[in-house]
């Protein structure tokens, strides 16, 4: 998967990509993260690339000359229609089953549009088809984490990149039947006065699935 990323603030989405799950998943190939500075797609190279927004509404957005220039540079690039996500409070609200079908994409390219100020002008989400996606009701001042938080979720989804087991029974899985994940336990035994449940240090793989379906239900409750 190439994953184009679009944003003001390359310095501050490199180190993530770089660390962990991610910089291993680019060592193994799996991904390719691609950033393109949008100050460098600014009109007559004032490397402004918002402005005021008309009504008299307060703030400023991104403006539509700079996002169009740089997508329409990345789909001559690669001689294709590009699937393009904004994350903005607005819309379709995020859910692993979203995560999920990107990851099983069969084209290679995603685009990620990372806004600022009070977001980005319409005409580009209406003229490039874009994906508005939401990760929850509330407002962030860097729209960058919120494209991390998408880009974190499709990734360690993809074949390969993590161990699949772990995969099998996290929250929201089918194994799970899209419950949140059971509490989970390591050594020592006994942590301030607070003991590991005696189901999980019997051994015994019945006691073990009947704890597991308890806290499920439990959830559900």
């Not at 590009?82 to 999920?100: A, C, D, N, S, Y």
């Not at 977001?119 to 001042?141: F, K, P, T, W």
Request: one cysteine or more; proline letters at 6%.
């Amino acid at each position: 998967m190439n994953v184009h990323i679009i944003t003001l603030f390359p310095e501050v989405l490199r180190p993530y990509l770089s660390a962990s799950i991610m910089g291993r998943a680019q060592k193994g190939g799996f991904v390719t993260f691609k950033l393109y500075n949008l100050a460098d797609y600014s009109v007559k190279n004032t490397r402004r690339s918002d402005d005021r927004p008309y009504g008299g509404f307060p703030g400023t957005i991104l403006a539509p000359e700079p996002l169009f220039n740089v997508i329409t540079e990345i789909e001559t690039q690669t001689w294709k229609h590009i699937h393009k996500v904004f994350l903005t409070p607005r819309w379709e609200t995020l859910t692993q089953g979203v995560l999920q079908k990107f990851s099983q994409r069969k084209e290679q390219d995603l685009i990620i549009i990372c806004g600022h100020y009070e977001g980005i002008d319409q005409r580009i989400i209406d003229l490039c088809d874009v994906q508005e996606i939401s990760i929850g009701e509330y407002v962030l001042s860097s729209w960058e984490l919120s494209s991390l938080v998408f880009i974190d979720g499709v990734v360690r989804l993809i074949p390969g990149v993590i161990n699949p087991e772990s995969l099998i029974e996290e929250s929201f899985s089918p194994a799970l039947g899209g419950k949140k994940e059971y509490p989970h336990y390591t050594r020592p035994e006994v942590f301030q006065g607070i003991s590991v449940p005696l189901e999980l240090l019997s051994g015994n793989h019945k006691k073990i699935a009947e704890w597991k379906m308890r806290q499920l239900e439990d959830e559900i409750s």
